[in-house]
């Protein structure tokens, strides 16, 4: 069953960033941070209604550029993305307008609009990316630690399958309309979605349509993935780690490789990792219940 949602937004380092909250307002909070060009719905709301079953209080919400949260309009990537790129594979910063310490700030003033001392954070892909930087930076702000499909980005990690990264990146030309876009988006998912869990193309179809209706701003993802790509290695982050984590992949993850994952858990002391057979860079429902358990089991070693 559906919770009932309680939608606002944040006054939060500046910005104005728009979120969900759900479940009992006294339960433990856990915030979700979603990834790289994806909008808060990329969180099932049939995973939050598992963590409101399980006794929490799901949080999500629009990162920056994305969503019904503040667009950086007025701002650029400049430069070359060939060389950003090069300089990531090595662990090397580049300049871009925001990077993910930024995102970070913007999550600890979300925590602080909504009164939150502490939450069990769980970040997946960019958000990963973002939660750890949180963790590493503000330990106080967090009780544990969830990383779903993320990495540490450190030099020499294996990059991603080329279709599934040009699937993301690519553009529906000028002047797009709805049934170009959402065409393009069904690709991208498809691309990098679980090969065993399979949505059917009506189902597919409607969740692209959903998600353009609700936002379509392709600027803020060419801006994201300047954050991602010029934030340099995390190792100085994720090294600092010292809150009980979990770490979920996907064996078939064609973006953010397996690879990456154990990484991230190697870097942590104590984290746990689980590698999911079948599983791609999305959150299958069929795999929700697991998911979530391995999340609660993981807030539970606070």
């Known amino acids: 069953m559906t919770q009932d949602i309680r939608r606002g937004t944040a006054e939060a380092n500046g910005l ?20 790289f060009s994806a909008q808060l719905t990329l969180w099932p709301t049939e995973f939050c209604d598992l ?17 019904l949260s503040t667009k950086m309009d007025g701002t650029r990537v400049s430069g ?16 871009v307008p925001y990077t993910l310490t930024d995102m970070a ?6 925590l602080d609009h909504l009164g939150i001392d502490s939450a069990h954070v769980v970040g997946a892909s960019m958000g990963g990316m973002i939660a750890q930087v949180l963790a590493a930076q503000s330990p106080d702000r967090v009780r544990t630690l969830g990383i779903i499909f993320s990495s540490t980005n450190q030099p020499f990690l294996p990059p991603p399958a080329p279709l599934a990264l040009k699937a993301l990146l690519s553009s ?31 189902v597919a179809a409607q969740r692209a349509g959903e998600s353009y209706d609700r936002s379509y701003h392709p600027a803020g993802v ?10 340099g290695s995390l190792l100085r982050f994720t090294k600092k780690i010292d809150k009980p984590t979990v770490v979920i992949h996907g064996a078939k993850d064609p973006l953010i490789r397996p690879a990456a ?31 979530t358990g391995l999340l609660v089991e993981n807030f539970e070693r606070a």
Not at 80 to 95: C, D, H, T, V
Not at 276 to 287: F, Q, S
């Open 80 to 95: 070359s993305m060939l060389l950003r790129m090069a300089l990531f594979e090595i662990g090397r910063p580049s300049a």
């Open 261 to 291: 994952g154990k990484a991230v858990a190697r870097a942590i002391k104590g984290a746990t990792l689980h590698i999911i057979d079948g599983m791609g860079h999305d959150l299958p429902v069929e795999l929700l219940p697991r998911i």
């Open 16 to 35: 104005t960033l728009a979120y969900e909250d759900m479940g009992d307002i006294d339960a433990p909070p856990v915030l979700l941070i979603m990834g």
């Open 105 to 110: 700030a913007d999550t600890r003033g979300l």
């Open 172 to 202: 529906p030309g000028k002047n797009p309309t709805r049934d170009d876009v959402v065409k393009l988006i069904m690709r991208g998912q498809k691309a990098i979605g679980s090969p065993e869990y399979r949505v059917s193309a009506e």
């Open 51 to 67: 963590l409101v079953d399980a006794g929490y209080r799901p949080i999500r919400f629009d990162n920056r550029d994305i969503g």
């Open 222 to 231: 060419v801006r994201q993935f300047g954050a991602v790509t010029g934030s």
